[in-house]
C-alpha cells in the first residue's frame, strides 16, 4: 500500500531553517499531487504547500519562505523552510494524491504520521 514517511523535523530558533523530506512508496505509476499541511494543538489541519506538474500552491503564510520540490525519480517531496517563525510550529504531514491538488485536505487521499517542527523565540 502507499506510504508515506516524513523525517528532518526538529527545534529551530525563530529565524532559523529547516528542510522536511517525505519518502513515497508502494504504489505504481505516480502521484499526480503531492502537498504539505501541519497542525498545530487545538487547531485544525492546513495546507502549507502543494506541487503537481502544473505548478506550486503556497499558502500565503509561507510564501516567499517555504519552498516546496520534488524528485520524482528518487519518490522524494522536500519542504525548505527558511525565516521560521514560533507560529510555525506544527506537526508537518506529507499528503498525496493521483488525480486532484490544491490545499484543502479533500484533495488527498494518501497521508503520512507526520513530523514535529518547534520554532522557538
Known amino acids: 500500500q502507499v506510504q508515506l514517511v516524513e523525517s528532518g523535523g526538529g527545534s529551530v530558533q525563530a529565524g532559523g531553517s529547516l528542510r522536511l523530506s517525505c519518502a513515497a512508496s508502494?504504489?505504481?505509476?505516480?502521484?499526480?499531487?503531492l502537498g504539505w499541511f501541519r497542525q498545530a494543538p487545538g487547531k485544525e489541519r492546513e495546507g502549507v504547500a502543494a506541487i503537481y506538474t502544473g505548478g506550486t500552491y503556497y499558502a500565503d503564510s509561507v510564501k516567499g519562505r517555504f519552498t516546496i520540490s520534488r524528485d520524482n525519480a528518487e519518490r522524494v517531496l522536500y519542504l525548505q523552510m527558511n525565516s521560521l517563525k514560533p507560529e510555525d510550529t506544527a506537526m508537518y504531514y506529507c499528503?498525496?494524491?493521483?488525480?486532484?491538488?490544491?490545499?484543502?485536505?479533500?484533495?488527498?487521499?494518501?497521508w503520512g504520521q507526520g513530523t514535529q517542527v518547534t520554532v522557538s523565540s
Open positions: 508502494g504504489y505504481t505509476g505516480s502521484m499526480f499531487c
Open positions: 499528503a498525496a494524491d493521483r488525480m486532484r491538488c490544491g490545499l484543502g485536505r479533500h484533495n488527498f487521499g494518501y
